[in-house]
């Protein structure tokens, strides 16, 4: 009887010594996993699970320089036109099928047909074909500048490289299946939306010899097992992190930071060179007042960056006033249009307001009431538009509204908006072919609708570009150009740190805007 | 007995379909769109009314209306418009928690609430009962929350003796299993024990005063058998009732206690999709959650006569 009893618990203790040996990484991240086609969204959690899962041609590094990742090598024509390039040997998706470049060509269709930079690229395409299994040309109407940063980029829709049958599903829908060719093998069977994703091991993963640096690198899966567990509460993630129930928790609340500071294991640590987000007031473009460029210039009078950064940050190691559109500490910040940013002083952007033919009508403000960024940086803008003596119509609601209102084009009356504040990754916001908002496109742009093909002229003398210096030069005009148009109020830039158990885990790779788990390893 | 059931279970029918109708028209209605949330902050105008139209959501509500409801007759509650996973198989992952968590408030509650209302009621009005019922009534007065972060404060953070959050199946073990429950069943379990408490204690001294208690006790019955056996037993009609209400309660989801807990029971799935407006689990949850409540309704309905042999159907 004893050693049935005996028997009964060495095997009840079977599964948990085998778990003991696995490594396993458990992360809270700043969203859960509910997409797994990071084509299909733009969403940035949708894109850390694409990081995982699948590869890419080419990765930004820590000075969004692109590097090559599944390319071998590769070629550019003297006229800067034909683009050749090779794969690298031995790479499998998880399934254990080779990766071609039939996979590859119908990745980057999907890609571009639906993302906003690769939109840009595919533009320039005129021709897309395989050589052979490994080798394939890219064939371009003119010479375009960014097509290696653009099939680099880590933030919003990676160019994900999947199956060819995958890559074939319509870009308006999303993938079935998950598989890529990247570190980690997502666990489908283990998957609980809204509570947990797991990803395995890729143990047939070739990675680059290089030094990883930020989206570039090698990709070394350095434990058996990711989990990236979704807390909603961030109180209780914190709790989890100081009692080690979890190693790594991407995007602590500011108000917790001096806490996790003192934990004991526990550090912080800054994401990468770049400030992680950037913060934008939207006005809406087509209707009255801010149909008026007048209107939107005012507007700068209501914006004083530190009471902002103040009010959703507090503490200003974690924070930096920049008064441009591209992001400060980025390669092309500048200080064109810079002076547009006034001192704060709401009678006269009251006067102005007047001047453009404002009479008190109600300017509707959509007020996220349930975002630790946004909503804080929604109440600032309405206290000053209150003291300037404009009367707001406050629209409270949850973010999940604000989205859905912000893309109705109807006027503020038939259920439109005026003005709405959203905020923007800092490597993206750092390039402006990447840096979406930034644009003037009118119809076919971003909420809010800016419409000057000034600004989308440089944008695009910008991308065609081939020295750095002229990138730069053309980097000021435009930013001169967007800031006399008003694409948008900047209200600072902020870097949220994230915490990790060092007692436990090594080996995190820096990576601004988008965290990157391969590389992290279990002590 | 068995006709009573028949009738009652085809009565359900009706109201399942009233609340597929305001739970789809109710949805509809509120604002929100699930294309403009998958698309992301980077999509244009365009890109969320492509993704609508595949979504199906362009076209006229009484014919996605129609569509859902002929999927649903045939046991289909559709799939997920985020995670593309069926309804079905995303509650399924949610029951298990949902359950433990239930039974274990249950066990929590009662086992403390039933001693406590009868004592309570036994010593009316002296010291004993009014700590008791202090206590019931800070327990139900406290929110959740607060219990639960000075449980995870203490028992967790402080004295290490028990995870801060989680749930592990039962095929994870015994002990991780019943690790994980204890807080959130105690932090849950206070208010229903409140609850029940102060039920049991009033339904327990309206029995007491009745003639055949006095005469079991002029019998000289043991203080004890007069109170379980008599008192209890004719005292718990209303104390059943309350604990089924808890019972389908707990099952449509404790969102709080699930939430600091994090604990993937079908609350926070519930509430998850309302925020994401993903229609099709918000639907097939209120159906069920719906169906649950007819069902214990009808179970607590049937056990009166068992426990009450006056109750005739």
Same mark, same amino acid.
């Given at each position: 009887m004893i050693f049935r009893v005996m028997a009964g618990l060495a095997a009840l203790a079977l599964p948990f010594s085998a778990m003991a040996q696995e490594k396993v990484l458990k992360a809270v991240m700043h969203a859960d996993v509910r997409v797994i086609d990071p084509i299909w969204t733009t969403q940035t959690i949708a894109n850390i699970h694409g990081a995982l899962v699948y590869d890419t041609l080419f990765g930004n590094d820590a000075n969004q320089k692109p590097q090559p990742q599944m390319v071998g090598k590769y070629e550019i024509s003297p006229d800067r036109m034909t683009y050749t390039f090779t794969l690298r040997d031995g790479l499998k998706f998880h399934d254990g099928s080779p990766v071609t470049t039939k996979d590859v060509i119908a990745s980057l269709k999907r890609w571009g047909a639906k993302d906003g930079v690769g939109q840009r690229l595919m533009g320039f395409v005129t021709k897309l074909e395989p050589v052979d299994d490994k080798t394939f040309t890219m064939v371009l109407r003119e010479p375009y500048g960014m097509v290696l940063e653009s099939l680099g980029k880590s933030q919003s829709s990676i160019a994900a490289i999947m199956r060819e049958k995958d890559a074939q599903t319509d870009p308006q829908q999303q993938v079935k299946e998950s598989v890529g060719s990247g570190p980690y093998i997502f666990a489908k069977d283990q998957w609980v939306p809204g509570s947990k994703a797991v990803y395995l091991k890729n143990k047939d993963y070739v990675a680059r010899t290089e030094a990883p640096s930020s989206f570039a690198g090698g990709k070394i899966p350095g434990v058996d097992r990711i989990e990236l567990v979704w807390i909603s509460d961030p109180q209780t993630a914190m709790s989890a992190l100081v009692n080690g129930e979890i190693d790594f928790y991407e995007q602590p609340p500011n108000d917790f930071l001096p806490l996790l500071a003192k934990a004991r294991?526990?550090?912080?640590?800054?994401?990468?060179?770049?400030?992680?987000?950037?913060?934008? +007031?939207?006005?809406?473009?087509?209707?009255? %007042?801010?149909?008026?460029?007048?209107?939107?210039?005012?507007?700068?009078?209501?914006?004083? #960056?530190?009471?902002?950064?103040? &009010?959703?940050?507090?503490? %200003?190691? !974690?924070?930096?006033?920049?008064?441009?559109?591209?992001?400060?500490?980025? %390669? !092309?910040?500048?200080?064109?249009?810079?002076?547009?940013?006034?001192?704060?002083?709401?009678?006269?952007?009251?006067?102005?307001?007047?001047?453009?033919? !404002?009479?008190?009508? %109600? +300017?509707? +403000?959509? &007020?996220?009431?349930?975002?630790?960024?946004?909503?804080?940086?929604?109440? *600032?803008? +309405?206290?000053?538009?209150?003291? &300037?003596?404009?009367? *707001?119509? *406050? #629209?409270?609601?949850?973010?999940?509204?604000? *989205?859905?209102?912000?893309?109705?084009?109807?006027?503020?009356?038939?259920?439109g908006w005026n003005i709405f504040v959203t905020t923007s990754g800092g490597v993206g916001s750092s390039n402006p072919v990447l840096h979406t908002w930034i644009g003037a496109a009118c119809d076919k742009g971003l909420f809010g609708w800016p419409c000057d093909p000034e600004v989308e002229k440089l944008r695009n003398a910008f991308g065609m570009a081939s020295t750095e210096e002229e990138r730069k030069k053309i980097a000021k005009e435009l930013q001169t150009k967007a800031m006399e148009t008003v694409v948008f109020l900047p209200f600072g830039q902020w870097d949220t740190p994230l915490a990790y158990r060092a007692d436990r885990i090594d080996g995190i790779v820096p990576n601004t805007g988008l965290a990157v788990l391969w590389g992290i390893t279990k002590k | 007995m068995t006709a009573y059931i028949i009738r009652r279970l085809f009565a359900t029918l009706p109201v399942m379909a009233v609340v597929a109708l305001f739970v789809f028209f109710l949805l509809r209605l509120a604002p929100g769109d699930p294309a403009a949330i998958i698309a992301g902050d980077d999509a244009t105008t365009e890109a969320i009314e492509a993704v609508r139209m595949k979504l199906g959501l362009d076209r006229p509500l009484v014919e996605q209306f129609v569509v859902w409801v002929w999927a649903l007759l045939q046991g289909d509650l559709g799939v997920s418009i985020f995670s593309n996973l069926p309804v079905t198989r995303l509650m399924a992952q949610r029951v298990e928690p949902t359950i433990a968590l239930t039974l274990s408030t249950l066990v929590v509650a009662v086992s403390l609430a039933i001693p406590i209302g009868v004592v309570a009621a036994w010593k009316a009005r002296k010291l004993v009962d009014r700590v008791v019922m202090g206590f019931a009534v800070l327990g139900f007065a406290m929110p959740v929350f607060v219990l639960a972060y000075v449980l995870i404060y203490f028992f967790a953070v402080q004295w290490q003796l028990l995870p801060v959050q989680g749930y592990q199946p039962m095929s994870a073990g015994l002990w991780p299993f019943v690790e994980s429950l204890i807080l959130p069943s105690v932090a849950l379990g206070v208010t229903y024990m409140a609850l029940i408490a102060r039920i049991t204690r009033a339904s327990m001294l309206e029995v007491l005063q009745q003639d055949y208690i006095r005469t079991a006790n002029a019998k000289g019955l043991a203080t004890d058998r007069v109170l379980l056996l008599h008192a209890l037993k004719n005292a718990s009609v209303p104390i059943v009732t309350v604990i089924g209400i808890g019972i389908a309660l707990l099952i449509s989801g404790v969102v709080i206690t699930e939430t600091v807990f994090n604990i993937p029971g079908l609350g926070r799935l519930t509430v998850d999709a309302v925020l994401k407006r993903d229609y099709p689990i918000v639907q097939g949850l209120i159906l069920v959650f719906a169906g649950v409540k007819v069902v214990v309704n009808l179970i607590i309905d049937i056990s009166y006569a068992f426990l009450d042999p006056r109750i005739r159907y």
């Open positions: 294991g526990v550090k912080l640590m800054k994401t990468g060179t770049i400030d992680s987000t950037q913060g934008m +007031i939207r006005l809406n473009h087509l209707h009255p %007042p801010f149909n008026n460029v007048k209107a939107r210039q005012a507007m700068y009078y209501l914006i004083n #960056q530190e009471d902002f950064l103040r &009010a959703i940050v507090g503490d %200003p190691k !974690y924070y930096r006033v920049c008064p441009g559109l591209l992001t400060c500490g980025g %390669p !092309y910040e500048n200080d064109g249009g810079t002076a547009f940013m006034k001192e704060y002083n709401p009678k006269k952007a009251l006067q102005l307001l007047k001047e453009a033919g !404002y009479n008190g009508e %109600p +300017i509707t +403000i959509l &007020a996220a009431t349930d975002h630790n960024t946004i909503t804080p940086a929604t109440q *600032v803008l +309405i206290q000053a538009m209150r003291e &300037a003596g404009i009367n *707001v119509d *406050v #629209q409270s609601m949850d973010w999940g509204s604000v *989205v859905s209102r912000r893309a109705k084009k109807e006027p503020p009356a038939q259920g | -």
